[in-house]
């Protein structure tokens, strides 16, 4: 467990950049973990964290089809906001850990 | 007569069928299991069908012969569950009741979610080994097949055995080898998970595996549509990958009836806790096997130790006791690796698959995340223990929590 300063917060976070406590996060933070990750965090952005964000809270399964299937955005622009590997950099930048899409 | 009802007779509602006559009262509980086949389909032989090594018969059996006396079994589709009045509803009309209800509907691919995969290719450049039709019309194209392009594609997660597209693709390259024919067919692994497993140590391993065969991973690939004219598979960031013949693993749902009676998740998989298997939204239904939303395998192994723990708990609930199992998230999977060889896996939520010796630790006599011909063996005897043994819900010489005995960290 190792820890990084976001904005001024010190924060949780594990070998690969995940913040390991959800209730850190902050817009604020999330802004400062998208420009390490080349994103200019807009509105759209914090809409697609805070769907993820709600689904990691109830537990329920994160897939890029249910982002896909939310009514904020479809896959293809999905794949613009957080353009390589959408899942990953989105669920970092929302603060919660990288989805095991499935074992 | 109280009533527990059990939606499904594949591999967790017959065991569920099974253990739960031994344990209620004959005059006191009626149990009735509801499917839409009569056919039970062995589902981890599809993967040997298209190359020869199974034929149909192998795989089939009459759903009838594994469910025990004292439970009805009626064949028929299921128009919607009615979780507030307790009730199912046939497609018929008829009208179920019950103090219980077990959700035991699998999954099933859903191939036209993607668009093109069902167009004119299909079943003639593109084919699927999930079912039993699939499996054969491959087998059939494999025959006379020359070479040239072979992609196995994931259309996305969770999908049925995660293992067995990587099975596919080893069993093709010996099939390949075999035949004289492996230097005219390349064959690709694409894939949207970003290597060959989703957790790191089996990843490297089975990564390992797949470069030692020659065949090439393209991972991070989310298949949007097939460009049927180009015989081209693209995805949504728009790369595209060449075939001569696609191997497909299409996306993955909950049955109809889950999602058109509000009880799944927008992929139709039953919301329910993790550890008591009980449904997120209702007392008394519960949830076993690929149909759930458990953050786990979708697979065989899955559904045998989750049936220990359904039963204790659902004993648990009739009785108004808490709950005294708690599922571990436990998965055991053989992996065929060609060649007479296999691998085996065993893991659950918490700790990842590691290397050692299974189930006896330091004996064995299977070896964890290594290719040995003890493990192939394994995995063949296994279809005689599925139909005589586990569908029965007989006891077996296997943990149902995962232990770290003869694992190495």
Redesign the interface.
């Known amino acids: 467990m190792s820890q990084k300063v976001f904005a001024g917060t010190t924060v949780d976070v594990n070998e690969e950049g995940y913040m390991t406590d959800s209730t850190q996060w902050t817009k604020e933070i999330a802004k400062e973990i998208a420009t390490e990750e080349n994103i200019d965090l807009t509105d759209k952005h914090l809409a697609v964290c805070e769907f993820l964000r709600d689904k990691q809270s109830k537990?329920?399964?994160i897939?890029?089809?249910?982002v896909g299937?939310s009514g904020i955005i479809d896959?293809?622009g999905?794949?613009q906001l957080f353009?390589?590997?959408p899942m990953?950099k989105a669920a970092k930048i929302a603060g919660i850990p990288k989805p095991?899409?499935?074992? | 007569m109280k009533k527990l009802l059990i939606l499904g007779g594949g591999t967790g509602g017959t065991i569920m069928a099974n253990k739960m006559r031994h344990e209620l009262e004959r005059e006191e509980w009626e149990i009735t299991v509801v499917d839409k086949e009569k056919t039970h389909f062995y589902q981890p032989g599809f993967l040997f069908l298209p190359f020869g090594h199974y034929k149909k018969q192998d795989v089939v059996k009459p759903k009838n012969n594994f469910i025990p006396n004292g439970v009805n079994f009626i064949v028929q589709l299921i128009d919607r569950i009615e979780p507030e009045n307790n009730q199912v509803v046939l497609a018929d009309g008829v009208v179920l009741r019950y103090d219980y209800l077990i959700i035991a509907t699998g999954t099933r691919i859903v191939p036209e979610e993607t668009p093109g995969l069902t167009g004119p290719l299909w079943k003639k450049s593109i084919f699927d080994f999930y079912t039993p039709e699939g499996a054969i019309a491959l087998a059939n194209f494999f025959k006379t097949w020359q070479g040239g392009e072979l992609v196995l594609n994931i259309a996305d997660m969770p999908i049925k055995c995660p293992v067995a597209p990587l099975e596919f693709v080893f069993f093709a390259d010996a099939f390949f080898v075999e035949r004289g024919l492996r230097n005219k067919v390349n064959i690709s692994y694409v894939t949207p998970m970003s290597g060959a497993f989703t957790k790191p140590r089996a990843a490297k391993v089975l990564g390992a595996l797949l470069e030692e065969k020659n065949i090439h991973i393209i991972p991070d690939f989310y298949l949007e549509r097939i460009d049927t004219e180009g015989k081209k598979l693209v995805s949504y960031d728009e790369r595209e990958v060449p075939f001569d013949v696609l191997i497909t693993i299409p996306v993955h749902k909950g049955d109809e009836v889950i999602e058109s009676s509000g009880l799944g998740d927008d992929m139709g998989f039953v919301k329910a806790d993790k550890h008591t298997l009980q449904s997120v939204d209702y007392k008394n239904v519960f949830v076993i096997g690929d149909a759930g939303n458990f953050p786990t395998s979708k697979a065989g192994s899955v559904v045998h130790f989750q049936a220990d723990i359904l039963t204790e708990n659902l004993l648990c609930a009739i009785e108004s006791r808490p709950y005294t199992a708690s599922y571990d998230g436990h998965s055991n999977c053989y992996i065929e690796t060609g060649f007479g060889k296999g691998a085996l896996i065993d893991f659950n939520y918490d700790t990842e698959p590691l290397p050692g010796l299974f189930p006896l630790p330091g004996i064995g006599p299977f070896g964890l995340l290594q290719e040995t011909r003890m493990n192939h063996y394994g995995k063949l005897l296994f279809r005689w223990i599925y139909w005589h043994i586990l569908l029965k819900g007989k006891e077996m010489p296997i943990d149902t929590k995962m232990t770290m005995a003869g694992k190495k960290l």
């Open positions: 537990g329920e399964n897939t890029i089809r249910s299937n896959i293809k999905f794949y353009p390589g590997a990953k095991a899409s499935c074992v």
